[in-house]
C-alpha cells in the first residue's frame, strides 16, 4: 500500500463520454516507468456512455493508485473548473500531471523526465513537450501541438504564457495554483489563464520529445466546441481572453504589460477584423496601429489584416476552406 508522504506526482484526469477513448489515457498513465509513487486522479462527470465501467474495471485492479470520482449529475454544466475543484483540491503530490480522457501519454518514461529535470532545477515551475495531433480514431495528422523547436530549451511567460499547449504534456508545481485568483474560473477553460497564473511564478522547460498524443475534434471537447460556435459567440469568447488578461496584468503588477498588450491585440484584431465590424475599415486599422500592433507583427500578418478588412469575403472562404482540407487529411 502507497503511503501519502510517498506520492510525488498526482495525475489529474477528467472525463466525459470518452468510453472509446479513456482506455489509452489509463494504459499510459499505468505504463509509466518511474523511481516514485504517483496516484491516478479520474473525474467522470456523469458520462452516459461506458465510461465509468472503464474506469471502475481499473479502479478495482489498481485500488492503491487509481482513485476515481463519479459524478451522478453533470458538474461542468454547472460551470464548475472540475479539474480544480474535484481533482486539484484533492491532489497529495507535489507536482500535477494533466491529461484529459481522450488523449494519452506515449512515452512510458515521460514522467521521469519531466520530474527528473524540475527536482534538479526548483526554479521550473512547469514542464511541458510537443504531442502529437491525431484524429479520433488515431490516424495521425502530421504536426504537433506545443512545438517549440529543435532542442529543449527554458521558456519564460513571453515565450509561451498565451500560448495553446497540449495539457497532455504539462507537468507544474502543485504550489503554483494553490489559491488561484478568480480570473481563473472565468471562461469555460482553465488551461489559458491557469499557464499565466503558473508562469507568473516560475520558468517553463520545454523537452523536444513527442511523448503524447492529442485527439482533435473529439465530440464534446473545447477544439470541438470552439469550431461550433456562432460568429456572435466567438467574438464573445475573445472578448473574455482580453478581460482574462488585463485581470492577469493587475494581478501579476504589470510585470508583462507589454506581452499582455501584445496577446490582448491579437484577440481584439479578432474581434475587429470579423464580419460584424468591417463596416469601418480604416476605423479597424487606424486603431491596431494606435494600439501598436503593427509594430509587434511582421509582413505576412499585415498582409493577412489588410485581406480581412478588405477582401473579408473571399479571405474567409479561404480561411474555411483550409480548414476543411485539415479535417479531411
Known amino acids: 500500500m502507497t ?6 506526482v498526482s495525475i489529474n484526469c477528467i472525463t466525459y463520454n470518452h468510453g472509446k477513448y479513456i482506455t489509452d489515457a489509463i494504459e499510459g498513465f499505468l505504463m509509466q516507468k518511474t523511481n516514485f509513487n504517483f496516484e491516478i486522479l479520474i473525474h467522470d462527470d456523469a458520462s452516459t456512455d461506458e ?3 472503464i474506469i471502475k474495471k481499473y479502479e478495482e485492479k489498481y485500488p492503491s493508485i487509481i482513485k476515481a470520482i463519479y459524478q451522478k449529475e453533470n458538474q461542468y454544466s454547472k460551470s464548475i473548473k472540475v479539474d480544480y475543484v474535484f481533482n486539484f483540491k484533492r491532489a497529495i503530490g507535489k507536482y500535477i500531471a494533466e491529461c484529459e480522457g481522450d488523449d494519452y501519454w506515449t512515452d512510458p518514461y515521460k514522467l521521469q523526465k519531466q520530474v527528473d529535470y524540475m527536482e534538479n532545477n526548483p526554479g521550473c515551475i512547469m ?3 510537443p504531442a502529437k495531433r491525431i484524429t479520433p480514431d488515431k490516424k495521425e495528422l502530421g504536426n504537433c501541438i506545443g512545438y517549440f523547436g529543435r532542442k529543449n530549451i527554458i521558456c519564460t511567460m513571453e515565450d509561451v504564457g498565451g500560448s495553446f499547449l ?5 507537468i507544474y508545481v502543485k504550489s503554483a495554483m494553490d489559491n488561484p485568483p478568480p480570473f481563473y474560473f472565468w471562461g469555460e477553460a482553465g488551461d489559458f489563464p491557469s499557464q499565466l497564473i503558473i508562469l507568473d511564478k516560475g520558468y517553463g522547460y520545454y523537452m523536444n520529445e513527442v511523448m503524447a498524443a492529442y485527439r482533435v475534434n473529439v465530440p464534446g471537447s473545447s477544439n470541438e466546441r470552439l469550431r461550433k460556435k456562432t460568429k456572435e459567440q466567438i467574438i464573445g469568447y475573445h472578448k473574455e481572453r482580453i478581460k482574462i488578461l488585463n485581470a492577469f496584468n493587475t494581478y501579476s503588477n504589470y510585470k508583462y504589460s507589454s506581452y499582455v498588450k501584445k ?8 474581434i475587429m477584423s470579423s464580419e460584424k465590424y468591417l463596416k469601418d475599415r ?7 496601429k494606435t494600439n501598436g500592433y503593427f509594430e509587434l507583427i511582421n509582413i505576412n500578418k499585415k498582409v493577412k489584416i489588410y485581406s480581412r478588412c478588405y477582401l473579408p469575403t473571399l479571405y474567409f472562404k479561404l480561411v474555411d476552406f483550409k480548414t476543411a482540407l485539415k479535417r479531411y487529411l
Open 3 to 8: 503511503k501519502n508522504e510517498d506520492i510525488l
Open 51 to 53: 465510461t465509468p465501467e
Open 127 to 129: 514542464c511541458f513537450h
Open 166 to 170: 497540449a495539457t497532455a504534456s504539462k
Open 263 to 270: 496577446i490582448a491585440l491579437k484577440y481584439e484584431l479578432n
Open 282 to 288: 480604416k476605423l479597424v486599422l487606424d486603431r491596431l
